[in-house]
């Protein structure tokens, strides 16, 4: 409930304090005078967007406080994931400095605007006359019926449910999208790792092609060479070996009369077998040398496929082929996992479609048990509020197309004519007509919402006489379960309340303020009688104020 509101420095209203009591409070005064601009500074609080045009004194910020009560309320835990302090009572405050910067608080702790206007949310509902348009909105009325249906844990098991079937489908149409643009990619990537399958290149192999061939190519000129070796090694008549064997001799006779010298005739020795080691294996490597010209031209076509896949992929290295085709492969297995995962994403999204129409059929059979008691309930107001003959409808299709808010379209039908046919309200409703339908739809839905207080911002627009003091008893029932705040410029209004604030504007020397009052039972009497009468209020007036204050 909303127990005070402190304003200062917004438009024209240089500071303001307002105690609101529980129960049906109106607001009266002049056109003009500053009900619009009270109605402004609260939605400021209440999160509204801050614009530094309602600063009057452009040197000084504009500060607008609002004290609520919240024991009876069950917002802990709101306060509790918000990382706030929770006091039954709240203060909300919202700052405009000079510069135009905006500050939000919650209990003097600083917030961001969405916090603010979230809890905002939970504590005010204001309606304004232009609010009634919105009758003809479908999401509108379908937030009317939940509301009635009490549908809220419904509504939030199909959000759930629609935001995961929303996110399963986008992103299967973003992986078939990239399925489809892969797929001259893979048809590539398929057409080079053919042709690396079919070169079979091994790791080194370039290297030992390059190496045979140049053998190969100089096969005469190598096994000349290795002949001539081994003779002189070890197989013409004076070789290397018989005269080491010789050298060998010497030194041991040597060794006879310088012992030392046998060292040197062993250390001969081993020498010795391996040089007819290595004029062994000089032999045995001649024997396989021989020119072969088909081996050459075979193994010249392969290094010259080899060099043709090096120049076509642009490496300057044999071994960088195989690299880029083991890249190739890990690309295809991902593209081609892709495939396997838009099988599993359109299994999933099969899946949360079924969730998905089983919430929001929950939720059609919730509506339609509503809808008969809820036209009934409409009418029954319409009549109280001078329509005998408004006939109301509530017309539900369900489709297999979801929303955010179900498979559901409502159309609300009217008709004020007796033997008329109802249809859309925004083709046959009146602006007085919506209003009061708007009136007699907030009646019922106040006994559910869960906002402990409602702001009516002349929402008495198009009604008189009679039917405006229908309205009045409206409101005063209303406020029986919610403090019911109205803006109001009629007097049948006015005399049903409980609590009465009076609006007024005073000029000095330097600018026009305005200012509000608690008007006592006897200034009542006389703001009334004020806006029964024109510009005398007369005796007759004021009785006729009392009547109004007095009748219910």
Not at 107 to 127: A, F, R, Y
Not at 236 to 242: D, H
């Amino acid at each position: 409930m909303l127990r005070r509101l402190r304003i200062s420095n917004y438009a024209l209203i240089e500071h303001l304090e307002i105690e609101f009591k529980p129960g049906f409070t109106v607001i009266t005064g002049e056109t003009g005078a500053g009900k619009s601009i009270l109605l402004g500074a609260l939605g400021l609080v209440l999160g509204s967007r801050a614009d530094t045009a309602v600063l009057h004194d452009k040197t000084s910020k504009c500060l607008v406080e609002a004290v609520f009560d919240l024991q009876h309320l069950q917002l802990q835990a709101f306060f509790r994931e918000n990382d706030l302090e929770y006091d039954t009572e709240c203060i909300l405050t919202r700052e405009i400095s000079a510069a135009g910067k905006s500050r939000a608080f919650i209990n003097d702790s600083p917030v961001n605007l969405l916090i603010l206007k979230s809890l905002g949310e939970q504590l005010v509902d204001i309606h304004s006359q232009h609010d009634s348009l919105h009758l003809t909105d479908s999401a509108f009325q379908l937030q009317i019926i939940d509301g009635l249906a009490n549908n809220d844990t419904q509504l939030k098991e199909y959000e759930q449910a629609y935001s995961k079937w929303l996110q399963c489908k986008a992103e299967l149409n973003q992986l078939k999208t990239i399925a489809s643009d892969s797929q001259a990619e893979i048809e590539l990537i398929r057409f080079q790792l053919d042709e690396f399958q079919k070169l079979k290149l091994k790791p080194g192999e370039f290297n030992e092609l390059n190496q045979k061939a140049e053998t190969l190519g100089h096969a005469e000129e190598i096994g000349s060479a290795m002949f001539l070796a081994s003779e002189k090694l070890n197989r013409a008549e004076t070789n290397v070996v018989s005269l080491m064997r010789e050298a060998q001799h010497q030194l041991l006779k040597a060794s006879r009369f310088m012992p030392e010298l046998s060292t040197l005739a062993e250390r001969l020795e081993s020498t010795i077998v391996e040089v007819k080691d290595i004029a062994s294996d000089t032999i045995a490597r001649e024997a396989n040398i021989l020119f072969d010209p088909l081996e050459i031209e075979k193994i010249q076509l392969r290094l010259s496929t080899i060099k043709q896949l090096m120049l076509k992929h642009r490496v300057l290295e044999a071994d960088m082929l195989l690299q880029l085709q083991s890249n190739l492969i890990q690309r295809l297995e991902f593209i081609e996992k892709k495939e396997v995962n838009i099988g599993q994403l359109s299994q999933n999204l099969i899946n949360l479609e079924k969730k998905l129409e089983e919430k929001a059929q929950l939720l059609s059979q919730s509506r339609k048990k509503l809808i008969p008691e809820m036209e009934r309930s409409v009418r029954l107001l319409l009549t109280q509020l001078g329509m005998p003959n408004g006939r109301f409808e509530a017309v539900l299709e369900t489709s297999r197309t979801y929303g955010v808010s179900g498979a559901d379209q409502l159309s609300f039908l009217f008709t004020a004519n007796k033997g008329g046919r109802p249809e859309d309200i925004s083709r046959v409703a009146s602006g007085g007509e919506l209003s009061r339908l708007m009136l007699a739809i907030k009646s019922l839905t106040s006994g559910n919402k869960h906002t402990p207080t409602i702001i009516f911002d002349e929402i008495d627009t198009g009604v008189s006489g009679d039917i405006a003091a229908k309205v009045g008893r409206i409101m005063a029932s209303m406020a029986h379960q919610r403090q019911l705040i109205a803006i109001t410029h009629l007097p049948q209004i006015a005399g049903k309340a409980a609590n009465h604030l009076l609006v007024y504007k005073r000029d000095d020397e330097k600018r026009t303020r305005s200012l509000i009052i608690q008007l006592s039972e006897q200034q009542r009497i006389e703001e009334i009688a004020r806006m029964l009468s024109d510009d005398v209020i007369t005796p007759a007036a004021r009785t006729a104020a009392r009547e109004l204050m007095g009748g219910f």
